[in-house]
T-cell receptor, first 112, second 115 residues
Framework: GQSLEQPSEVTAVEGAIVQINCTYQTSGFYGLSWYQQHDGGAPTFLSYNALDGLEETGRFSSFLSRSDSYGYLLLQELQMKDSASYFC?????????????FGGGTRLMVKP | ETGVTQTPRHLVMGMTNKKSLKCEQHLGHNAMYWYKQSAKKPLELMFVYNFKEQTENNSVPSRFSPECPNSSHLFLHLHTLQPEDSALYLC??????????????FGPGTRLTVL
């Protein structure tokens, strides 16, 4: 089986940097994804890490450490529009191809 | 229409009703998925179709019945549901479930309320 842990809620101010952590337990591992979901909206893909290290895409970066079964999403220069829920998801041995197991989500609130 | 569309966006039904949810993807993808999203719970994968063939049924009760007539369309037929089935039902698609990772594109979901 697979399980993922991430904080349920994070609050930060506009312009700040926030890190959302995700730890996972899987019977095998192919990669870690991050998705963003605004209230009332569809989840949208942010990033995918299959190898250790940091992947940067604009203001968002994602990090993976396979040896620690740990990853994080880093959001820089926070904007009000970044207020949303962020989900990590693993593609593990039980989930070949594109099947994903999602974490419970972290609700990020950005304040002025 | 672009991306992944779902209809209806909202549905209220009684426990004895039969209804269907529809999903259509306009991305040329070959894999489609149904997820259930309940309050304060992770997204739960329900069914996976790859090239119109059902490849996964994640221990979903038989009152949920999927149908995939072609790679662009996916249905979820609902019959004698329970109040605890009230949730947001999300459809997603990706290029191919077997050839390495491809991001999933989600529809806006159907908010289902079972009375």
């Amino acid at each position: 089986g697979q399980s993922l842990e991430q904080p349920s809620e994070v609050t930060a101010v506009e312009g700040a940097i926030v890190q959302i952590n995700c730890t996972y337990q899987t019977s095998g591992f192919y990669g870690l994804s991050w998705y963003q979901q605004h209230d009332g909206g569809a989840p949208t893909f942010l990033s995918y890490n299959a190898l250790d290290g940091l992947e940067e895409t604009g203001r968002f970066s994602s990090f993976l450490s396979r040896s620690d079964s740990y990853g994080y999403l880093l959001l820089q220069e926070l904007q009000m529009k970044d207020s949303a829920s962020y989900f990590c998801a693993v593609r593990g041995q039980d989930n070949a191809g594109n099947m994903l197991t999602f974490g419970g989500g972290t609700r990020l609130m950005v304040k002025p | 229409e672009t991306g992944v569309t779902q209809t209806p966006r909202h549905l209220v039904m009684g426990m004895t009703n039969k209804k269907s949810l529809k999903c259509e993807q306009h991305l040329g993808h070959n894999a489609m998925y149904w997820y259930k999203q309940s309050a304060k719970k992770p997204l739960e994968l329900m069914f996976v179709y790859n090239f119109k063939e059902q490849t996964e049924n994640n221990s979903v009760p038989s009152r949920f019945s999927p149908e995939c007539p072609n790679s662009s369309h996916l249905f979820l037929h609902l019959h004698t549901l329970q109040p605890e089935d009230s949730a947001l039902y999300l459809c997603a698609s990706s290029q191919d479930r077997s050839s390495g990772y491809n991001e999933q594109f989600f529809g806006p979901g159907t908010r289902l309320t079972v009375l």
